[in-house]
């Protein structure tokens, strides 16, 4: 398979609405006219401004149940991506585990959100999942090892989204990775939907319902906050767990379109997340409309947080700790100023400008080496 284009993006997949769809968006903004590749591509299930771009996708999008449940695509994504031929100047590869591996008549950038979380941090990421994914996974770890370090190893320049994640890259790769953090994109202008049946003044946590992100430890910390609410946005494969482990003052709020998450953003006390997150854009959105976060001392939390400026951090995923910080943010007088300013401090422009540098370099790079 192969298409032919100056510039190109290639992304995991487009299936669902989170950072990584974002980010796809952001470097999208930074090189007008680049075609996305993709292996799925679901437009009623990811952000709706992909539909005003061109993206294309592979042979497995065809397979329905696969492009609705992208994990049982484990086994052949590898494959699938590794069949993929991208006749461009500059590729970005967007990946978190397969779109690096796509081959290149040019020069190949990976944008790296984190080394394929289910090779290296399989019991943290995979928790409970499906049973046959598990079996997957431990089937063919060696194998996809293999084919990953070749794809790591195929790129001419490694971005990492934090730097948690270029330490993670130089660990697992023996890669140095410069970091480009993803820009803060919410609008804090646009407009907002109430979400119904909902009263202002309750935390919030936005996030995919998976094991790694740690949502059952902060619904647990809230049986001991019974005078506070939380609201969790989000789906997953962990909702049902979650569901029988919440008490009545958690409220599961499911999907939220952009301007109903504005609303929520606007209306909640503060943030919370123990997620072992590589990068940690949420508590940017939070801080863009004035709201502190309390999250896990983790990874990109690190890059995006400062503490007692803009949040507090706990130590581990555990309830009690959880607890102790939300008292703490409680209790501080937060300055929304200060937390407006750093959010802003993550703009589209500032990463746009410097994506452009680098894939401008690799295009003279590629240039001179043709002629």
């Not at 040019?106 to 995979?126: D, M, N, T």
């Amino acid at each position: 398979m192969a298409a032919s284009s100056r510039l190109a993006i290639a992304h995991d997949y487009l299936t669902q609405r989170g950072g990584a769809e974002r980010v796809v968006l952001a470097i999208a903004a930074a090189l007008p006219g680049a075609l996305i590749y993709t292996s799925f591509y679901e437009p009623a299930e990811t952000f709706a401004e992909f539909r005003a771009l061109e993206v294309h996708t592979l042979p497995l999008n065809r397979v329905a149940p696969l492009r609705r449940h992208h994990r049982l695509a484990l086994p052949f994504l590898a494959p699938a991506f590794s069949r993929l031929t991208i006749d461009a100047d500059v590729v970005v590869c967007s990946s978190s585990g397969w779109a690096h591996g796509a081959h290149v008549t040019g020069k190949k950038i990976v944008y790296c959100h984190a080394p394929a979380r289910w090779l290296y941090q399989g019991e943290r990421y995979l928790g409970q999942s499906n049973r046959a994914v598990r079996s997957a996974v431990k089937a063919l770890r060696s194998p996809l090892m293999r084919w990953d370090r070749r794809a790591a190893l195929s790129a001419d320049r490694y971005l990492a989204n934090s730097a948690w994640i270029a330490q993670a890259i130089k660990r697992t790769y023996g890669i140095e990775a410069e970091v480009l953090p993803p820009p803060m994109t919410i609008d804090v202008t646009a407009p907002q939907q109430p979400v119904e049946g909902l009263e202002p003044g309750y935390f919030l946590a936005v996030s995919r319902l998976l094991p790694y992100k740690n949502v059952d430890a902060v619904v647990r910390a809230f049986e001991q906050m019974r005078g506070q609410r939380l609201v969790v946005v989000g789906e997953g494969p962990d909702e049902l767990r979650l569901n029988h482990l919440s008490g009545e003052n958690v409220h599961f709020a499911g999907r939220a379109s952009d301007a109903q998450l504005r609303w929520l953003y606007s209306n909640a006390v503060g943030y919370v997340s123990a997620s072992y997150e590589d990068f940690g854009l949420t508590p940017l959105e939070a801080a863009a409309f004035g709201k502190p976060t309390a999250a896990l001392r983790f990874g990109g939390f690190l890059d995006t947080i400062v503490e007692e400026k803009t949040g507090l951090l706990f130590e581990s995923p555990a309830p009690d700790e959880i607890v102790r910080s939300l008292q703490g943010l409680l209790r501080t007088r937060w300055i929304a100023d200060d937390l407006r300013g750093h959010a802003a401090s993550f703009s589209q422009e500032r990463f746009s400008e410097r994506l452009s540098e680098i894939v401008c370099k690799e295009q003279t790079n590629n240039s001179s080496r043709a002629a």
